[in-house]
């Protein structure tokens, strides 16, 4: 089975500190994602990885940064944690698609989740 | 650009009774993935199906079953005889640039259920 770790499930921080979030995946996927989730906005991609030390960025990069140092651990970073990124944070991982006949490709694997409180 | 519309937005139903999760999208590709998650109170999302946009047939997982209709741009989903453990958010997801190396998925906002005894 896929496994995603989160390394908290909750997170109290204050405004301006500097915020670590991490993400480790077992199955050995190229691609790891990092969303947010929030009450009537559904998921927003902040960030992805498709490769060690690549990334781009998503719908919502700013106020973030991410490090990708090693293919099974994705770190999102808020440099200056903020009240308006309080929010639920979601790490996904999945395999390179190949082709239209992978049937792995493509799917995302989500972990637990963080649910991170800004004061 | 992609797009994945969950029109409704909160659904209850009575324990037993079959109910259906709308899931409408917009793509300009010919070759395309559409998905199903389950997130229950616990936050996890759960992969339940994915299905490519070469393949319109239905498909049915015990009490679940999905009906995919590319002339309506339709991917829905439904649960037969409802169970109180079907209470959850349903996203329904879109792959964008399938098959490239820098591939992601839009995720519709999400339907939640509450299955009630």
């Known amino acids: 089975d896929v496994k995603v770790t989160q390394s908290s499930r909750y997170l109290v921080k204050r405004t301006g500190e500097k915020v670590f979030l991490e993400c480790v995946q077992d199955?050995?996927?190229?691609?790891m994602f990092w969303y947010r989730q929030d009450p009537g906005l559904g998921l927003r991609l902040i960030y992805f990885s498709y490769d060690v030390k690549m990334k781009e960025k998503g719908d919502i990069p700013e106020g973030y940064s991410v490090s990708r140092e090693k293919k099974e651990r994705f770190s999102l970073i808020l440099e200056s944690a903020s009240t308006n990124q309080t929010s639920m944070y979601l790490c996904a991982s999945s395999l390179w698609p190949v082709n239209l006949n992978n049937r792995a490709g493509e799917t995302q694997y989500f972990g637990p989740g963080t649910r991170l409180l800004v004061l | 650009a992609q797009k994945v519309t969950q029109a409704q937005t909160e659904i209850s139903v009575v324990e037993k009774e079959d109910v259906t999760l709308d899931c409408v999208y917009e793509t300009r590709d010919t070759t395309y993935y559409l998905f199903w998650y389950k997130q229950p109170p616990s936050g996890e999302l759960v992969f339940l199906i994915r299905r490519n946009s070469f393949d319109e047939q239905n498909e049915i997982s015990g009490r679940y079953s999905w009906n995919f209709q590319k002339s309506t741009s339709s991917f829905n989903f439904t649960i037969t005889a409802s169970q109180v453990v079907d209470s959850a958010v349903y996203f329904c997801?879109?792959?964008?640039?399938?098959?490239?190396?820098?591939?992601?998925?839009?995720f519709g906002k999400g339907i939640t259920l509450s299955v009630r005894p």
């Open positions: 997801a879109l792959s964008e640039a399938p098959n490239q190396a820098n591939s992601k998925l839009t």
């Open positions: 199955m050995d996927h190229e691609n």
